[in-house]
């Protein structure tokens, strides 16, 4: 079983951007926290960040067949990108979006939501703690879609 996390443009920058927004702790931080949850769970896990739009919906496509669950935070993009929504649909992999401030509180331009429509879940306004919950929520589909694997192929045994 595999994640994706994917981290859009100025992310790089947690820590530096913004911290009054986005607080003080470094992407390399809150992959580090997520990557022990996978390893506690016998998970998967990849982490991927490009301030790229193609880029973006390149590593979205490459999940396909390859991964069983995405976390992606767009960043700017999620206010722009029909292209990483369609890819996101395209794919069909269960996709959980997190945005580390509430973008429903901020500037009138950041409630536009291209990507949330195509996602199982959104997270959004919990700070860098949005990464754990959407690995707690990803677990939690993952174990329910093997669950319901498991029961089709007992069926059809029968
Ligand atoms: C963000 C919110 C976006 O509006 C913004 O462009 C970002 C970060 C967040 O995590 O809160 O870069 O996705």
């Known amino acids: 079983m595999k994640i994706v996390v994917i981290q859009g443009p100025n992310l790089n920058m947690l820590g530096i951007?913004?911290?009054?927004?986005?607080?003080?702790?470094?992407?390399e931080q809150i992959h580090?926290?997520?990557?022990?949850?996978?390893?506690?769970?016998?998970?998967?896990?990849?982490?991927?960040?490009?301030n790229l739009e193609g880029?973006?919906?390149?590593?979205?496509?490459?999940?396909?067949?390859?991964?069983?669950?995405?976390i992606i935070n767009p960043?700017?993009?999620?206010?722009?990108?029909?292209?990483?929504?369609?890819?996101?649909?395209?794919?069909?992999i269960p996709t959980i979006e997190v945005h580390i401030s509430n973008i429903h509180r901020r500037e009138e331009f950041r409630k536009t939501n291209m990507i949330?429509?195509?996602c199982?879940?959104?997270?959004?306004?919990?700070?860098?703690?949005g990464y754990h919950l959407a690995m707690m929520g990803m677990l939690q589909i993952?174990?329910?879609?093997?669950?319901?694997?498991?029961?089709?192929?007992?069926?059809g045994a029968n």
């Open 120 to 129: 199982a879940s959104s997270i959004v306004g919990f700070g860098p703690f």
């Open 32 to 50: 580090a926290q997520m990557k022990d949850v996978a390893t506690q769970h016998g998970v998967e896990i990849e982490f991927f960040q490009s």
């Open 75 to 92: 960043a700017a993009y999620t206010h722009t990108s029909i292209a990483i929504r369609d890819a996101i649909s395209a794919v069909s």
């Open 17 to 27: 951007r913004e911290q009054h927004v986005y607080g003080p702790m470094k992407l």
């Open 116 to 118: 949330a429509p195509v």
């Open 142 to 155: 993952m174990s329910e879609v093997k669950a319901a694997q498991e029961a089709q192929q007992a069926a």
């Open 55 to 70: 880029e973006i919906v390149d590593k979205v496509q490459e999940c396909y067949g390859e991964a069983q669950g995405i």
